[in-house]
Structures are given as C-alpha cells and as structure tokens.
C-alpha cells in the first residue's frame, strides 16, 4: 500500500512538503496530482484541507489557461448544493470523468494494440463494463431529476 505523503499548511499559507522538507507551491501540487501521489494537506489543527488546497489549484488553473468551468456550469454546480440530487450529481461527475480519462488513455493505447493481444481485449471488456456504470448512473440521475 502506498504511504500517504503529508503535506503542512500553514497559518501563513505557505505548504511544507514532509518528505521532501521543504515549502512547496500550488505548481509542485499539480505535479504530485500529474504523477499520481498519493497526499494529504493538514492546517495547523491537524485539520484534513486537502480539497480546499486542490479547490485553490483549480481556480489557478482555470486563471492560467482556457477554462474548463464555463460561468453557466460554475453557477450550475452551485444550484445543486443542498439539493436532493447533489449525491448523485456528485457520481455523475466522477464516474463521467472516470470513463473520459479512459478513453483518453484507450485513444492513446488502442490503436498501437494488436486486436489479438491479450491486453487489448481486457482493455476491451473493462471499458464495455464501465460504459454500462456510466450508462446505469446516467439512467439513475435522470430517473432521480424525472421524479422531482
């Protein structure tokens, strides 16, 4: 199992990478976020703030390059705060981008896989296998949204 990396935050705002025994910037987050590391930011109340410190990462990222979160989708997602359908709006969300980096990757892989190779056709069956998840939760989300 791989070993949680903590990460400090600072009354001052500042991060201090534990491993590495040094402050760290938004930048060196992504970083850990691009090679998958596994980590947890605490406040000086040994508070869990990560999603707060990865909700400030996003907002760099959507300053710095074309948005992802256009204005009607921003004010969208506030709508669904408290609402019954936040839950399932929430799956939505991750199942979807779940299933689009993977056919990110599978664009990437499959067209260099030979159809009779073995890793092609488990890839094959694990992407028909979340394409019915997504289909389900898609079907669950509009069922819930009908029903109101």
Known sequence: M???RLIKKYPNRRLYDT???RYITLDEIKA???KHIVFKVIDDHLEDVTDHVLLQLLAQ???KHPPIFTRQLLQNLICFYGHPSQQALSEF???GMALFAEREFS???IPN???EDESFIKIAA???HHLELWQSVLKQFLDQDSER
Do not use: C
Request: net charge negative.
């Open 61 to 63: 990222e959507e300053n």
């Open 126 to 128: 694990a992407t028909r």
């Open 32 to 34: 850990l976020v691009l």
């Open 93 to 95: 969300l991750e199942k």
């Open 107 to 109: 664009a990437y892989v």
């Open 19 to 21: 491993v590495s025994s």
């Open 113 to 115: 896989v030979n159809n």
């Open 2 to 4: 791989e070993e949680i």
